[in-house]
């Protein structure tokens, strides 16, 4: 079934496009400032797509990413020129998030999408052959299987590269030759594929991966990087964390669960400090876990715990419904990962004042 059939409220999760197909549609009505050729909005309104606003009829932008403006000004500005963009970070910081975004307010389509594996062959980037018909028919182009990439060429439109640096290096190469001299040659037919103007690639990668020196010098000289980082401070953490549990609470229609926002505070307080190895009061210094711990694996652990609590809790969120969770993300090396989480708990969790429930819930999913 299509998606115009369904409609994107029996979605489970639609495209960013869908979710804020008012949002885009007023802000292309309120937008008159000048658009790259084949843009749907000025970056002008692209930015305030991302970082939410009014608009002058009074419509409220919400905001996606929480960040920088600076940031998303330079990633934008970039999709315009001849240069492509490639957003670093360690995992949890919304590149992905950032990345469906853009596309979805500069193109109107985010789907455009190749996702970056150690597998990820060469017509994943380029193009590759209905074997039937190549059989049938010979090679034609009828029989060509376009990727992402070439699609995005023939549109003039975004593509998006997922983990860049996953993809084995030689593969990573045949993006050269479409970033520099915005062609695809097909010598099968004799032809190419010429970029439209408007045609751009945001790439991803993970800057935790031994990944990023992989990108060969002369590939990385055509993207522009921008380094996406985590939340500057707690209380921004939590404005983003609280949001999007909202959102994802709305969208699996969870039982509403109110004020969550303790138990948002405590989850972010964790990961903030153990993240950084001191305490927020700047008293205690700590040991690092293995894991992450991001942000997008708080909104994680308050997802579960909100489903916990609106389905077998007494539908209020308590330490009970996310101590399990805290302690998943937290604990990621069964040996060393305990010891650290113990120091935690019994120095920093056991004596802070309001946390004893926390502190309890801790001990016995951990016993
Ligand atoms: N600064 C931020 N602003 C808004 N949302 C954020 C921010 N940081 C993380 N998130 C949320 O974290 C989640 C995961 O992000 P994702 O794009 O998958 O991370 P990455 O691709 O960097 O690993 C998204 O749901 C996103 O909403
Ligand atoms: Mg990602």
């Known amino acids: 079934m299509t998606t115009t059939e369904t409609g994107t409220g029996e979605l489970l999760r639609p495209h960013a496009e869908q979710t804020f197909a008012e949002e885009l549609r007023a802000l292309a009505a309120a ?3 000048p658009r790259p050729p084949s843009w749907r909005l000025s970056p002008w309104a692209v930015v305030t797509y991302l970082l939410g606003g009014i608009l002058p009829d009074g419509t409220a932008v919400t905001p996606k990413y ?5 940031l998303v000004e330079v ?3 970039t999709l315009a020129t001849d240069r492509a963009l490639l957003l670093l970070g360690v995992p949890g910081t919304a590149k992905t998030w950032v990345s469906e975004h853009l596309s979805a307010a500069v193109c109107g389509s985010s789907t455009l999408l190749v996702q ?3 597998g990820t062959a060469e017509e994943a980037i380029r193009y590759g052959w209905n074997y039937a018909r190549l059989l049938a028919e010979g090679p034609s182009t009828g029989a060509l299987v376009p990727s992402p990439v ?11 590269i997922e983990e860049l640096t996953r993809i ?21 037919l004799g032809t190419e594929v010429q970029a439209a103007k408007g045609f751009n ?13 992989e990108l060969s010098s002369a590939l990385r000289r055509r993207f522009n990087t921008v380094v996406l980082p985590l939340p500057a401070t707690e209380d921004e953490e939590v404005a983003i964390v609280t949001r999007r549990v909202e959102q994802l609470g709305a969208a699996l229609e969870l039982p509403a669960v109110p004020a969550a926002a303790d138990e948002v505070r405590r989850v972010v307080r964790v990961f903030r400090e153990l993240r950084s190895g001191i305490t927020a009061d700047g008293r205690t210094k700590l040991k690092s876990p293995s894991a992450t711990l991001s942000t997008a694996e708080a909104i994680s652990v308050l997802t579960s715990g909100l489903a916990l609590s609106a389905h077998f809790g007494d539908g209020v969120l308590r330490a009970a419904d996310v101590a399990g969770a805290v302690l998943g993300a937290v604990i990621k090396d069964p040996v060393a ?6 120091e935690y708990l019994e120095a920093v969790v056991r004596e802070r004042e309001g946390w004893s429930d926390f502190y309890r819930a801790c001990r016995e999913v951990h016993e």
């Open 75 to 77: 990633a934008v500005a």
């Open 337 to 342: 990962d305990a010891v650290v989480w113990t």
């Open 31 to 33: 937008d008159d400032r």
């Open 116 to 118: 970056g594996t150690s």
């Open 150 to 160: 070439m699609t995005a060429m023939h549109r003039g439109s975004l593509a998006r």
């Open 201 to 213: 690639v945001i790439a991803t990668a993970n800057d935790r991966d031994r990944g990023v020196n």
């Open 66 to 70: 929480v960040g920088p403006r600076r």
């Open 168 to 188: 084995p290096s030689d593969v990573q190469d045949a993006l050269i030759t479409v970033l520099s001299e915005k062609t695809l040659p097909v010598p099968e």
